[in-house]
T-cell receptor, first 113, second 112 residues
Framework: DVKVTQSSRYLVKRTGEKVFLECVQD?????MFWYRQDPGLGLRLIYF???????EKGDIPEGYSVSREKKERFSLILESASTNQTSMYLC????????????FGPGTRLTVT | GENVEQHPSTLSVQEGDSAVIKCTYS??????FPWYKQELGKRPQLIID?????GEKKDQRIAVTLNKTAKHFSLHITETQPEDSAVYFCAASRAGRRALTFGSGTRLQVQP
Protein backbone atom coordinates (compact mmCIF):
# COMPACT_ATOMS: atom_id res chain seq x y z
CA ASP A 1 0.00 0.00 0.00
CA VAL A 2 1.18 3.49 -0.85
CA LYS A 3 1.63 5.60 2.21
CA VAL A 4 1.66 9.38 2.08
CA THR A 5 2.05 11.12 5.40
CA GLN A 6 1.95 14.77 6.41
CA SER A 7 3.76 16.20 9.38
CA SER A 8 0.73 17.66 11.15
CA ARG A 9 -3.05 17.18 11.03
CA TYR A 10 -3.76 20.55 12.64
CA LEU A 11 -1.59 23.64 12.85
CA VAL A 12 -2.23 27.11 14.25
CA LYS A 13 0.16 29.90 13.34
CA ARG A 14 0.25 33.65 13.69
CA THR A 15 0.28 36.15 10.84
CA GLY A 16 3.81 36.74 9.61
CA GLU A 17 5.23 33.45 10.85
CA LYS A 18 7.19 31.16 8.56
CA VAL A 19 5.39 27.86 8.23
CA PHE A 20 6.71 24.51 7.05
CA LEU A 21 4.41 21.70 5.95
CA GLU A 22 6.09 18.40 5.22
CA CYS A 23 4.99 15.45 3.15
CA VAL A 24 6.65 12.05 2.93
CA GLN A 25 5.84 9.15 0.61
CA ASP A 26 7.27 5.67 0.87
CA UNK A 27 6.79 4.34 -2.67
CA UNK A 28 9.64 5.94 -4.58
CA UNK A 29 7.18 8.13 -6.50
CA UNK A 30 8.68 10.64 -8.90
CA UNK A 31 5.89 13.21 -8.77
CA MET A 32 4.73 15.03 -5.68
CA PHE A 33 2.09 17.74 -5.39
CA TRP A 34 0.75 20.31 -2.96
CA TYR A 35 -2.90 21.38 -3.13
CA ARG A 36 -5.08 23.55 -0.99
CA GLN A 37 -8.71 22.64 -0.50
CA ASP A 38 -11.32 25.27 0.21
CA PRO A 39 -15.12 24.82 0.23
CA GLY A 40 -16.63 25.44 -3.19
CA LEU A 41 -13.22 25.76 -4.84
CA GLY A 42 -12.15 22.14 -5.01
CA LEU A 43 -8.49 21.21 -4.99
CA ARG A 44 -6.20 23.89 -6.32
CA LEU A 45 -2.62 23.07 -7.26
CA ILE A 46 0.03 25.18 -5.54
CA TYR A 47 3.26 23.54 -6.70
CA PHE A 48 4.44 20.20 -7.91
CA UNK A 49 7.76 18.44 -8.31
CA UNK A 50 8.70 15.77 -10.82
CA UNK A 51 12.17 15.01 -9.49
CA UNK A 52 14.57 15.93 -6.72
CA UNK A 53 15.28 19.67 -6.77
CA UNK A 54 12.83 20.14 -9.66
CA UNK A 55 9.62 22.11 -9.20
CA GLU A 56 6.89 23.75 -11.22
CA LYS A 57 4.35 26.36 -10.26
CA GLY A 58 0.77 25.31 -10.15
CA ASP A 59 -2.30 27.52 -10.40
CA ILE A 60 -1.90 29.45 -7.14
CA PRO A 61 1.82 29.65 -6.20
CA GLU A 62 1.79 33.19 -4.81
CA GLY A 63 2.87 33.32 -1.17
CA TYR A 64 4.26 29.78 -1.23
CA SER A 65 7.54 28.08 -2.01
CA VAL A 66 8.59 24.43 -2.01
CA SER A 67 11.61 22.28 -1.43
CA ARG A 68 12.45 18.78 -2.55
CA GLU A 69 15.89 17.75 -1.41
CA LYS A 70 15.10 14.02 -1.24
CA LYS A 71 12.84 11.98 -3.46
CA GLU A 72 10.52 10.92 -0.67
CA ARG A 73 10.02 14.34 0.92
CA PHE A 74 8.29 17.46 -0.42
CA SER A 75 7.96 20.54 1.75
CA LEU A 76 5.59 23.48 1.37
CA ILE A 77 6.78 26.76 2.86
CA LEU A 78 4.70 29.80 3.70
CA GLU A 79 7.33 32.52 3.96
CA SER A 80 5.07 34.92 5.86
CA ALA A 81 1.74 33.39 6.76
CA SER A 82 -1.39 35.44 6.17
CA THR A 83 -4.99 34.86 7.24
CA ASN A 84 -6.05 34.12 3.65
CA GLN A 85 -3.77 31.08 3.76
CA THR A 86 -6.01 29.45 6.35
CA SER A 87 -7.02 26.26 4.56
CA MET A 88 -6.71 22.49 4.29
CA TYR A 89 -3.45 21.52 2.62
CA LEU A 90 -3.19 18.18 0.85
CA CYS A 91 -0.07 16.51 -0.42
CA UNK A 92 -0.14 13.84 -3.13
CA UNK A 93 2.29 11.66 -5.05
CA UNK A 94 2.23 9.60 -8.21
CA UNK A 95 4.40 7.31 -10.30
CA UNK A 96 3.48 8.17 -13.90
CA UNK A 97 5.36 5.28 -15.46
CA UNK A 98 2.91 2.96 -13.72
CA UNK A 99 -0.30 5.01 -13.59
CA UNK A 100 -1.53 8.53 -13.34
CA UNK A 101 -3.26 7.88 -10.03
CA UNK A 102 -2.43 10.39 -7.33
CA UNK A 103 -2.21 9.16 -3.74
CA PHE A 104 -3.13 11.74 -1.17
CA GLY A 105 -1.96 12.37 2.35
CA PRO A 106 -4.43 12.94 5.22
CA GLY A 107 -4.19 16.71 4.98
CA THR A 108 -3.06 19.50 7.30
CA ARG A 109 -5.65 21.99 8.47
CA LEU A 110 -3.77 25.25 8.89
CA THR A 111 -5.27 28.18 10.74
CA VAL A 112 -3.49 31.53 10.58
CA THR A 113 -4.62 34.00 13.22
CA GLY B 1 -4.44 26.91 -18.71
CA GLU B 2 -7.05 24.23 -18.19
CA ASN B 3 -10.35 25.09 -16.53
CA VAL B 4 -12.71 22.39 -15.23
CA GLU B 5 -16.27 23.21 -14.24
CA GLN B 6 -18.34 20.75 -12.23
CA HIS B 7 -22.09 20.58 -11.62
CA PRO B 8 -24.07 20.31 -9.47
CA SER B 9 -22.35 21.46 -6.31
CA THR B 10 -24.74 19.41 -4.17
CA LEU B 11 -26.90 16.42 -5.06
CA SER B 12 -29.35 14.57 -2.89
CA VAL B 13 -30.86 11.26 -4.02
CA GLN B 14 -32.86 8.45 -2.49
CA GLU B 15 -31.12 5.17 -1.86
CA GLY B 16 -31.39 3.02 -4.97
CA ASP B 17 -31.70 5.96 -7.37
CA SER B 18 -29.05 6.96 -9.88
CA ALA B 19 -26.78 9.98 -9.55
CA VAL B 20 -25.07 11.89 -12.36
CA ILE B 21 -22.32 14.48 -11.96
CA LYS B 22 -21.14 16.49 -14.96
CA CYS B 23 -17.88 18.25 -15.79
CA THR B 24 -16.72 20.36 -18.67
CA TYR B 25 -13.12 21.18 -19.55
CA SER B 26 -11.58 23.91 -21.65
CA UNK B 27 -8.30 22.48 -22.99
CA UNK B 28 -8.96 20.36 -26.08
CA UNK B 29 -5.54 18.74 -25.56
CA UNK B 30 -6.67 17.15 -22.28
CA UNK B 31 -6.68 13.39 -22.56
CA UNK B 32 -6.99 11.97 -19.05
CA PHE B 33 -10.06 12.37 -16.84
CA PRO B 34 -10.11 10.84 -13.35
CA TRP B 35 -12.78 10.97 -10.65
CA TYR B 36 -11.89 11.11 -6.97
CA LYS B 37 -14.12 10.41 -3.99
CA GLN B 38 -13.55 12.08 -0.63
CA GLU B 39 -15.49 10.78 2.33
CA LEU B 40 -15.97 13.06 5.30
CA GLY B 41 -12.68 13.61 7.12
CA LYS B 42 -10.73 11.38 4.76
CA ARG B 43 -8.34 11.84 1.87
CA PRO B 44 -9.47 11.84 -1.79
CA GLN B 45 -9.18 8.48 -3.52
CA LEU B 46 -9.36 7.59 -7.19
CA ILE B 47 -12.53 5.68 -8.07
CA ILE B 48 -12.45 5.59 -11.86
CA ASP B 49 -10.66 7.26 -14.76
CA UNK B 50 -10.98 7.45 -18.51
CA UNK B 51 -8.64 8.35 -21.32
CA UNK B 52 -9.62 10.21 -24.44
CA UNK B 53 -9.37 7.19 -26.71
CA UNK B 54 -12.53 5.64 -25.18
CA GLY B 55 -16.02 7.01 -24.77
CA GLU B 56 -17.20 5.04 -21.74
CA LYS B 57 -15.81 2.99 -18.91
CA LYS B 58 -17.67 0.97 -16.26
CA ASP B 59 -16.72 -0.50 -12.94
CA GLN B 60 -19.60 -2.22 -11.18
CA ARG B 61 -22.08 0.53 -10.18
CA ILE B 62 -20.02 3.44 -11.46
CA ALA B 63 -19.41 4.54 -15.02
CA VAL B 64 -17.80 7.50 -16.71
CA THR B 65 -18.68 8.82 -20.16
CA LEU B 66 -16.63 11.22 -22.26
CA ASN B 67 -17.71 13.46 -25.13
CA LYS B 68 -14.55 14.91 -26.63
CA THR B 69 -16.38 17.02 -29.17
CA ALA B 70 -18.40 18.79 -26.50
CA LYS B 71 -15.51 18.64 -24.01
CA HIS B 72 -17.53 17.18 -21.21
CA PHE B 73 -17.48 14.02 -19.13
CA SER B 74 -19.84 12.60 -16.56
CA LEU B 75 -19.87 10.23 -13.60
CA HIS B 76 -22.84 7.90 -13.28
CA ILE B 77 -23.58 6.00 -10.09
CA THR B 78 -26.40 3.48 -10.23
CA GLU B 79 -28.28 1.87 -7.33
CA THR B 80 -26.87 4.41 -4.90
CA GLN B 81 -26.16 3.35 -1.34
CA PRO B 82 -25.60 5.44 1.82
CA GLU B 83 -21.86 4.69 1.63
CA ASP B 84 -21.76 6.54 -1.69
CA SER B 85 -22.34 9.75 0.28
CA ALA B 86 -19.17 11.82 -0.19
CA VAL B 87 -17.68 14.70 -2.15
CA TYR B 88 -16.76 13.76 -5.71
CA PHE B 89 -14.15 15.62 -7.74
CA CYS B 90 -13.57 15.41 -11.46
CA ALA B 91 -10.21 16.36 -12.94
CA ALA B 92 -8.47 16.72 -16.28
CA SER B 93 -4.92 16.54 -17.52
CA ARG B 94 -3.22 16.70 -20.88
CA ALA B 95 -0.44 14.54 -22.21
CA GLY B 96 2.95 15.58 -20.92
CA ARG B 97 1.54 17.55 -18.00
CA ARG B 98 1.93 15.67 -14.77
CA ALA B 99 -0.53 17.74 -12.79
CA LEU B 100 -4.33 17.56 -12.63
CA THR B 101 -6.82 20.41 -12.74
CA PHE B 102 -9.74 19.61 -10.44
CA GLY B 103 -13.35 20.67 -10.54
CA SER B 104 -14.95 22.36 -7.55
CA GLY B 105 -16.54 19.17 -6.21
CA THR B 106 -20.05 17.74 -5.79
CA ARG B 107 -21.40 16.80 -2.39
CA LEU B 108 -23.58 13.71 -2.89
CA GLN B 109 -26.00 12.77 -0.15
CA VAL B 110 -27.77 9.43 -0.42
CA GLN B 111 -30.87 9.37 1.76
CA PRO B 112 -31.71 5.94 3.22
Amino acid sequence: DVKVTQSSRYLVKRTGEKVFLECVQDMDHENMFWYRQDPGLGLRLIYFSYDVKMKEKGDIPEGYSVSREKKERFSLILESASTNQTSMYLCASSYPARSYEQYFGPGTRLTVT
Amino acid sequence: GENVEQHPSTLSVQEGDSAVIKCTYSDSASNYFPWYKQELGKRPQLIIDIRSNVGEKKDQRIAVTLNKTAKHFSLHITETQPEDSAVYFCAASRAGRRALTFGSGTRLQVQP
